[in-house]
């Protein structure tokens, strides 16, 4: 798919400078996408079913022998995911575009996990299974910063073939993999591969970074995001998300870890959004002797807070703007990003122990995150 891929695994409420020596900022709400589309596939953040529960990892299943046994295994839970767009030219005339993406059904009862950047926008999606059957989307729940959707699908009572769930954190580089997927549209394919690298962080289009990711030399085409990554066994372990290509380099996939993205898929059928920790911090900057000649700071290192959130965690823990972050958990920060990774994967209520300088002197405080609010429905 064509399309801007999005923020992976940003955790908490920070907002970013813009550009150097300004306080600029992001909102990390869970905005749902395209809510205006009543006649169409309803995309909202209310939830799916509030009980739902993933699906536990397999225990014990065998390695199969070839890849041939693995895609019979895994194929007829993998569907080609359809996306129709209407799009308006300069003159007001409407035309419709289809584009195609891939997922898999981690559910009989209907539930299809695919990228959120393969569902962004949509008007309708429907979903086709290897065996021709075809199922249009009644619900489809996003988030972009994971880049993970959820597909709810009314199976009228058909029972549905599904994956089995794997567990990424015991994968090696150098293991067998396979992409299963509708790469270039053409229907469900598979490419085999290894695994080159793992906890591995991409930076796509500048402003955008994947963090946590699988990386394989199974090749990884258009169309094959949001289809599933799988073991020998024919477990899934990761969700294929974005391919790099660089002059010169032979094209690497990337995949987001199964373990990773099952408490938020969960999350996103449960509540519609995914619930993320807000520390309230705005416009943080990297310290280095241009920021420290330009603001006049008294430190040459850590990270500078250009500002507070009004009765955010920060302000109720005692920070303030122009105060210099050293440490989270005795953890030294060095670079803004060092400080969101910092708060990868803490939860709301989580306390944290927040080094920082101001007015010459270094003191360290108590932090409660915060829930950030719900998106508007």
Known sequence: ??????????????????????????????QPINTDNSDHTPNTSTPLDENWKFPSPQQNLPEL???????????????????????????GRQTVAIASGSG???DPSGYIITNNHVVEGESTVTVTLSDNRT????????????????IKVDTLGEELPFVYIGDSSALEVGEPVAAIGNALGLGITMKGGWISRLDAQITVDQSVTLYGLIGTDAAINEGNSGGPLVNMAGEVI??????????????????????????????????????????????????????????????DKGVLLRGVAENGPAEKAGLKANDVI??????????????????????VGDKIEVSYFRDGVTSTVTLILAETPPPES
């Open 1 to 30: 798919m064509k399309k801007k891929l999005h923020l992976f695994s940003l955790f908490l409420c920070i907002l970013i400078a813009t550009a150097a020596f300004s306080a600029g900022g992001c909102d990390y709400l869970s």
């Open 65 to 91: 022998a070839n890849y041939a046994l693995v895609v019979a295994r895994v194929k007829p839970a993998v569907v080609a995911v359809d996306v129709e767009y209407i799009t308006q030219d300069i003159f």
């Open 104 to 106: 898999f059904i981690i």
């Open 135 to 150: 199922f249009t989307a009644s619900r489809v729940v996003t988030d972009s910063r994971t880049d993970l959707a959820v």
């Open 238 to 299: 990761g969700i294929t998300s974005a391919k790099i290509v660089e002059v010169g380099v032979e094209g690497v996939g990337y995949a987001i870890n199964i373990n990773s993205a099952r408490t938020f898929i969960e999350e996103l059928v449960n509540k519609g959004y995914i619930t993320r920790p807000f520390m309230g911090v705005i416009g943080i900057l990297t310290v280095d002797a241009a920021i420290q000649s330009y603001f006049k700071l008294g430190i």
């Open 326 to 347: 050293l440490s989270i958990n005795g953890q030294a920060i060095l670079t803004d990003e060092e400080l969101i990774l910092a708060i990868h994967g803490k939860k």
